[in-house]
């Protein structure tokens, strides 16, 4: 029994005192103000597709503020699988663009417009947005150039409207087709610790209407709440610097 503790004691303590070594020469790092700003405050990210347009379009960078619903297993890089819930936790508000991972693919970093909180009925009807029971206000804008987010030619006109939740939360949306796949839903009723997410281009995101591929999104699967265009360009490199600023 001597000669065992004798071989593991000195292993131990030199494991131990390897950590300590590693912990204190990490903290320059862990306080410098770049790492800071990336994992604890606000983190970038690109638009690759038209799935938000018109507010985010494919070329926007963007600030996901990552404190807005607290940090929790996808606010970090290589987090460990079994950790679970929030620190500092807050629920989202209505017309949030949330940055996610879904359940279905934990790989991919996604961006949506809450419309659904727990326990909220969602419903499309023609093409509306129903929420428990009401239609939520939208006023009909004019027509504009779509371009590619409807996948048609650069000339192609696309209807709009603005949307307003009863937060007071207001957006511009896309209306590519006239009774489109996903128009016409039944009523889904959002879970607990859940949200429900939509793209702003209705009839070209993949979201919450698709319970099979994508579905309800859990809260604890939040990476941060989109706060800002920082840079964006065009098709052809060109930067557009009517893009920058804040976002609906």
Request: aromatic share 12%.
């Amino acid at each position: 029994m001597t000669t065992l503790e004798q071989t593991i004691r000195p292993s131990a303590r030199s494991r131990e005192w390897k950590a300590i070594l590693i912990l204190i020469l990490l903290i320059p790092v862990l306080w410098s103000p770049p790492f800071l700003f990336r994992y604890f405050l606000y983190q970038p990210f690109n638009i690759p597709s038209n799935s938000m347009a018109p507010t985010l379009m494919v070329g926007d960078y963007v600030f996901a503020a990552k404190y807005a619903y607290g940090y929790g297993r996808y606010s970090f890089p290589f987090a460990s699988s079994w950790i679970s819930g929030r620190v500092f936790a807050a629920e989202p508000e209505y017309g949030d663009l949330v940055v996610f991972r879904t359940p279905r693919d934990t790989s991919v970093d996604y961006v949506k417009r809450v419309v659904g909180l727990p326990g909220d009925r969602i419903q499309m009807r023609q093409g509306r947005l129903i929420l428990n029971d009401r239609p939520v206000t939208r006023v009909a804008l004019t027509e504009a150039q779509a371009g590619a987010s409807c996948g048609g030619d650069d000339g192609a006109k696309v209807k709009r409207w603005r949307e307003t939740l009863p937060s007071g939360a207001s957006y511009v949306t896309y209306d590519c087709l006239d009774n489109g796949f996903l128009d016409n839903t039944s009523v889904f009723t959002v879970p607990p610790s859940h949200l429900f997410v939509l793209g702003d281009n209705r009839d070209n995101s993949t979201d919450s209407r698709m319970m099979s591929t994508f579905g309800f999104v859990p809260i604890d699967n939040l990476v941060g709440r989109v706060t800002r265009i920082i840079w964006s360009l065009d098709e052809d490199g060109e930067p557009r610097f009517e893009r920058l600023g804040n976002v609906e």
